[in-house]
T-cell receptor, first 114, second 116 residues
Framework: DTAVSQTPKYLVTQMGNDKSIKCEQN?????MYWYKQDSKKFLKIMFS???????INETVPNRFSPKSPDKAHLNLHINSLELGDSAVYFC?????????????FGEGSWLTVV | GNSVTQMEGPVTLSEEAFLTINCTYT??????LFWYVQYPGEGLQLLLK?????DKGSNKGFEATYRKETTSFHLEKGSVQVSDSAVYFC???????????????FGKGTHLIIQP
């Protein structure tokens, strides 16, 4: 069973479109995250939710909107997609927001904007 | 703010060679330190971690020791294999002023290539 699963794995779309990436974890964790990995492999946190409440909101365009319907799900919606949004987006989760906890990652969603 | 600096590579070694990937960090307070590995086309997997000074994390023959005095967490392996070829990320997690963690701050990754 996959611990952190995200869909779709690959997404090719045109500029200006709106798209969503879904994420679910079956680990019973309280905290979930979205990370972005750019073409140079650099990873940066975008958002974090703890028990459905937003706790980290980095400097991300407001075209990106996370939604957490329950603590097992954290979806990422992106409006008006731009070429620069092309990246790999990783969902992740941890037991809670403590600093020593292992963060478990999904397999990534490869987004290509054309 | 928090930051992690690691050698970017690519690092190319022959099979059975000794590996060191350097990692140093800047953080307020006492962060937890991690090494993650990313195999081609896959997500990130935790390789090892250490949550306090002088702790040693180890897994699959890899080791790293949390050195507070040098703010370092260098990754080592005595004898690498072709299957170790991947991108390795050093990361830290620190507590912010509100009491919760800031999530992971990553280094830029080190691409390791092991040749037979």
């Amino acid at each position: 069973d996959t611990a952190v699963s995200q869909t779709p794995k690959y997404l090719v779309t045109q500029m200006g479109n709106d798209k969503s990436i879904k994420c679910e974890q079956n680990l019973g964790h309280d905290t979930m995250y979205w990370y972005k990995q750019d073409s140079k492999k650099f990873l940066k946190i975008m958002f974090s939710y703890n028990n459905k409440e937003l706790i980290i909101n980095e400097t991300v365009p407001n075209r990106f909107s996370p939604k957490s319907p329950d603590k097992a799900h954290l979806n990422l919606h992106i409006n008006s997609l731009e070429l620069g949004d092309s990246a790999v987006y990783f969902c992740a989760s941890s037991q809670d927001a403590s600093s020593g906890n292992t963060i478990y990652f999904g397999e990534g969603s490869w987004l290509t904007v054309v | 703010g928090n930051s992690v600096t690691q050698m970017e590579g690519p690092v190319t070694l022959s099979e059975e060679a000794f590996l060191t990937i350097n990692c140093t960090y800047t953080a307020t307070g006492y962060p937890s330190l991690f090494w993650y590995v990313q195999y081609p086309g896959e997500g990130l997997q935790l390789l090892l971690k250490a949550t306090k000074a002088d702790d040693k994390g180890s897994n699959k023959g890899f080791e790293a020791t949390y050195r507070k005095e040098t703010t370092s967490f260098h990754l080592e392996k005595g004898s690498v294999q072709v299957s170790d070829s991947a991108v390795y990320f050093c990361a830290l997690s620190a507590v912010h002023s509100g009491g919760g963690a800031d999530g992971l701050t990553f280094g830029k990754g080190t691409h390791l290539i092991i040749q037979p």
